[in-house]
């Protein structure tokens, strides 16, 4: 049965920074189901996960419908690294990934042959958007010298030119463990990000020029007189936040970091500088917390996002009901740039695996060199 799902095309403008060009920018939001709609989509979501042996993997900044109904139907919800391991070890031959298109990308290289569906396959992301591959190539061959690190925000083309992939959850363990072992490291594509990894681990990086269009937006101006009156409050930022706003912060960390702060830290209220999808697992597991976001708008503000990702919001009920009856929107990755592009991922995979065993990752990093 075919279905076709209304949508509202809203447009989102960046200005041109260097190579990261996102001003063609757009997302499809699905319209919000009334009560008893929402109600029939998620139970027929549920039949079709069953009849399909499927399971729903979803990102933390995706509707909260979306997050509930993956934790109650047995899936995840979680971070890109989390997301892309969940749904390699899982044993359904389906795998539902409510986020972006590199998260899908990702699945299917772990998992050739599940078969990997997405609500909306043209959910992009800025920083997959504004690096490209043939330029990207072409900067690396710029610097023949430097291993290649590329962030998960990328597509399987530009993760086939790279060496290593990182998430913000094990950036900084990775680049460190580059560095000790003589690596100067080309990093792509967030400089938020790597210009903070720079400042934490004092690696030798060059830096491709892309942002984050939310996590760009946050200002730290702003910022600071939100502090003034919350005088109590913590300030938890990610750190694709610019440099100002991370300066503030009282932790920095990925999202998965995020919520591990939110939940230890000695606090009643905290400020939060990442995307506003966050709010909904932060509230959840923290009863009796105060969450406030971090401002976008303001006096030195050109807010384009107001701290949601527009394609993270194309993600809705009705697209995973519609791809699960019908099948379609399915992800498919050239084999032959699938098995290059895995190579970064299962480094990546292996040397976060030792952390967690408390083996010494370090030694999975070979030395500059060494025969």
Not at 8 to 27: K, L, N
Not at 174 to 188: F, N, P, T, Y
């Amino acid at each position: 049965m075919s279905v076709v799902i209304p949508i509202i095309d809203v447009e989102y403008e960046q200005p041109v920074g260097g190579t990261c060009d996102t001003r063609h920018a757009w997302a499809r939001v699905p319209p919000e189901p009334g009560p008893q709609e929402r109600e029939e989509l998620k139970s027929r979501i549920r039949r079709l996960l069953e009849e399909r042996n499927a399971v729903m993997v979803s990102h933390y900044y995706v509707h909260p419908d979306l997050q509930d109904l993956a934790e109650e139907t047995g899936g995840l919800v979680s971070d890109s690294l989390e997301m892309a391991r969940f749904g390699r070890d899982h044993p359904a031959s389906t795998l539902v990934v409510s986020g972006v298109r590199f998260m899908g990308e990702t699945a299917k290289i772990l998992s050739p042959d599940k078969r990997i569906l997405m609500p909306d396959p043209d959910a992009n992301c800025s920083l997959d958007l504004g690096c490209p591959v043939d330029e990207f190539s072409a900067f690396c061959d710029q610097h023949p010298d430097r291993t290649v690190v590329v962030y998960a925000n990328t597509s399987a083309a530009v993760k086939a030119r790279a060496d290593w992939l990182v998430t913000s959850s094990c950036a900084l363990e990775i680049v460190s463990a580059l560095k000790d072992k003589g690596h100067k490291i080309l990093w792509a594509p967030d400089r938020h990000l790597g210009n903070y990894i720079q400042r934490q681990t004092g690696a030798d990086m060059v830096f491709w020029n892309g942002a984050c269009i939310v996590h760009d937006e946050f200002k730290a101006f702003e910022l600071s007189e939100l502090m003034k009156e919350h005088p109590g409050a913590k300030v938890l930022v990610h750190p694709e936040s610019p440099p100002d706003v991370i300066a503030l912060a009282d932790a920095v960390g990925s999202t998965s970091a995020i919520l591990k702060a939110a939940r230890e830290m000695d606090a009643r209220e905290f400020i939060i500088a990442t995307d506003s999808g966050m709010m909904h697992k932060l509230r959840t597991l923290n009863p009796g917390k105060t969450f406030i976001e971090a401002p976008t708008g303001g006096n030195s503000a050109t807010c384009k996002s107001c701290a949601h990702c527009p394609w993270m919001a194309m993600n809705g009920l009705a697209g995973v009901a519609h791809v699960l009856e019908t099948g379609a929107h399915e992800v498919f990755v050239d084999p032959k740039l699938a098995e290059r592009a895995k190579l970064p991922i299962d480094r990546m995979l292996a040397f976060t695996a030792a952390l967690r065993n408390g083996e010494p990752a370090g030694a999975l990093v070979p030395q500059i060199g060494a025969a």
